[in-house]
């Protein structure tokens, strides 16, 4: 554990960055499953949940949780399971 008060400081934020991201990022994963889930299953909700997850990617990306060329691949293989 630091003893300089701002690296204390720094650790706590550190902590709190990370569960916020782990957060965001696993809530996009979760989107993304789900869509996969009711394609498989023929859902009727499914345009919904298409837009849902590329939203979750979106809001991945623009956050820097992911970079811009994993966003528009995922976003790439999601359409293309979605038109197939």
Known sequence: MPIIKSAIKRV?????AEARNASQLSAMRTAVKK????KVAGADNLEDLY?????????AK???LIKANKAARDKSRLTARYNK
């Open 51 to 59: 837009k849902a997850a590329v939203s979750a990617i979106d809001h």
């Open 62 to 64: 623009a956050k820097g």
């Open 12 to 16: 706590k934020t550190s902590e709190k």
């Open 35 to 38: 869509f996969d889930k009711a």
